[in-house]
T-cell receptor
Framework: DQQVKQNSPSLSVQEGRISILNCDYT??????FLWYKKYPAEGPTFLIS?????DKNEDGRFTVFLNKSAKHLSLHIVPSQPGDSAVYFC???????????????FGQGTILTVHP | DSGVTQTPKHLITATGQRVTLRCSPR?????VYWYQQSLDQGLQFLIQ???????AKGNILERFSAQQFPDLHSELNLSSLELGDSALYFC?????????????FGPGTRLTVT
């Protein structure tokens, strides 16, 4: 049972344009959502997060949107840069208020390629 | 560099064998997490330790076990290995175990079972 799904295995965009990565979830108990970025031969690195009490969180070029009714979140990168090329993982926690929030459920990842 | 170290980087072994993966968390971090990433899969949570005690368990097989030592480093033991255990194993750490304490991942150990 895939509780967090990233239905697009890959996305290709031009430098300077917007990248939109999507993620859907099924578990209504999830209350905290995160995006991680992963380069080859490295571990995932935290990018941005959002609590279920918000619908938007912005950090520089990165914005995450949460639509709880649709159980959908998206990551917008504007403008996209070649250095953003990586695998992006969506993750969710159902224990944000507890001591095991790090028990994250990850999506399968989306490979983003930004062309110069 | 996340500050989380994992050894070894690569491990090739045969079916039926036992291996130990090691993780040193970032300085000051009390929580250690183990995740498994199989081919074309997202990361699967295995287990969490907080200051030496098991805190949460995920889809960890009975053939797998882990522990966190007094110096806070952790080891993941995989026994009676099967071909399907071939995967990337990531260790992550955080200051605590609650939201706001983001996970810092190590570079992973790639295990190949032949």
């Amino acid at each position: 049972d895939q509780q967090v799904k990233q239905n697009s295995p890959s996305l290709s965009v031009q430098e300077g344009r917007i990248s939109i990565l999507n993620c859907d979830y099924t578990n209504s108990m999830f209350d905290y959502f995160l995006w991680y970025k992963k380069y080859p031969a490295e571990g995932p690195t935290f990018l941005i997060s959002i609590s279920s009490i918000k619908d938007k969180n912005e950090d520089g070029r990165f914005t995450v949107f949460l639509n709880k009714s649709a159980k959908h979140l998206s990551l917008h990168i504007v403008p996209s840069q070649p250095g953003d090329s990586a695998v992006y993982f969506c993750a969710a926690s159902d224990n944000a208020g507890g001591t095991s929030y790090g028990k994250l459920t990850f999506g399968q990842g989306t490979i983003l390629t930004v062309h110069p | 560099d996340s500050g989380v170290t994992q050894t070894p980087k690569h491990l090739i072994t045969a079916t039926g064998q036992r291996v130990t993966l090691r993780c040193s968390p970032r300085s000051g971090d009390l929580s250690v997490y183990w995740y498994q990433q199989s081919l074309d899969q997202g990361l699967q949570f295995l287990i969490q330790y907080y200051n030496g005690e098991e805190r949460a368990k995920g889809n960890i097989l009975e053939r797998f076990s882990a522990q966190q030592f007094p110096d806070l480093h952790s080891e993941l033991n995989l026994s009676s290995l099967e071909l399907g255990d071939s995967a990337l194993y990531f260790c992550a750490s955080s200051v605590g175990g609650t939201v706001g304490h983001h996970l810092y991942f190590g570079p992973g150990t790639r295990l190949t079972v032949t």
